[in-house]
């Protein structure tokens, strides 16, 4: 879909493809435009055009990097080209430390922007599909997204809320390897019906152990803000693209061990990489 975005000169516009947008709010109550499940089926032709969905903490980016490593397609977060922004230096740093160390939201316009950077610079480099993870965040960026490109399929990942916290609270990064890891033990009791989840930590390994670091927006409070964020914003969303008939939801049943295998098996990967051997 790299058709991408500019910021167009002018000020309040941007665009993504040959599109221009307001920088403005979007009005959620405007009906969306026509997805693109109704357009030519067109996965016959290239990789995948998934897109992960899930509160922060649920493991979006943990799945979606496995998978495209398996399916050999780019795992695009949009949480880490903010990172990426807010690493380097100038003005956009300045401004996006504030929002994100809040837990709020990023402009529209921001994040359309760096994502559209990300896949022209992809594009460049022959990348074809994409797992998008973090994107889109509100309905108007389903909205963008939904008139530059075909989506095939939304994984929507789940967790009790207990869980997410704890789990964002334990996240770790090695800073020299860039490796994620978990240092929470999980271990929520069933009740009412519901069944219980553990789930056991991922340590690093002992060259990574001095060199962990905590992301400054994993704090108790600002993990609350971001789940209270994400159940405003972006659950319309799951509604959005159930009504496609793209949504496929996914009630992750405890940690990596037990989840990846029922993951491939929903999403019909299961035999995959013996399909591809058998087909080389
Ligand atoms: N699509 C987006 N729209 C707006 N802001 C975003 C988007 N993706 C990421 N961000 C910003 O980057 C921060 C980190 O994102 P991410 O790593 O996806 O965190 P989370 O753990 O909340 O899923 C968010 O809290 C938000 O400020």
Redesign the pocket.
């Known amino acids: 879909m790299a058709r991408v975005l500019r910021v167009a000169r002018s000020s309040s516009l941007f665009s993504f493809g040959s599109r221009s947008y307001s920088a403005e709010a979007s009005h959620v109550s405007s009906p969306p435009p026509p997805f693109l499940g109704a357009r030519r089926d067109v996965t016959k032709e290239r990789n995948v055009q998934w897109v992960f969905l899930?509160?922060?903490?649920?493991g979006?980016?943990t799945y979606a990097s496995r998978l495209s490593s398996l399916l050999g397609v780019p795992h695009i977060?949009?949480?880490?080209?903010?990172?990426d922004a807010l690493a380097s230096s100038g003005p956009l740093s300045q401004q996006?430390s504030e929002?994100?160390n809040?837990?709020?939201?990023?402009?529209?316009e921001?994040?359309v922007n760096l994502?559209s950077k990300r896949l022209e610079a992809g594009e460049a480099k022959g990348e074809s599909g994409f797992i998008l993870?973090?994107?889109?965040?509100?309905m108007r960026?389903a909205e963008i997204l939904g008139d530059v490109t075909d989506i095939d399929l939304v994984v929507n990942l789940k967790l009790p809320e207990e869980v997410l916290v704890d789990k964002?609270l334990g996240?770790r990064t090695c800073n020299q390897c860039g490796k994620g890891f978990n240092i929470a033990h999980i271990n929520l009791k069933g009740e009412n019906g519901k069944p219980g989840i553990s789930m056991d930590p991922l340590l690093p390994p002992p060259q990574c152990m001095s060199k962990l670091i905590t992301?400054a927006?994993?704090t108790e409070e600002?993990?609350k803000a971001?789940?209270r964020?994400?159940n405003e914003t972006s659950q319309p969303l799951e509604e959005y693209y159930r009504s496609k008939g793209k949504l496929m939801e996914f009630d992750l049943p405890g940690g990596i061990p037990e989840s990846w295998p029922r993951l491939l098996e929903a999403l019909r990967l299961d035999d995959y990489e013996e399909k591809q051997s058998a087909a080389a």
């Open positions: 899930g509160c922060p903490g649920v979006k980016g977060a949009t949480g880490d080209l903010v990172r996006l929002i994100v809040q837990g709020k939201l990023v402009s529209d921001i994040i994502l993870d973090g994107f889109p965040r509100t960026q964002c996240r992301r927006d994993d600002v993990v971001r789940l964020i994400y």
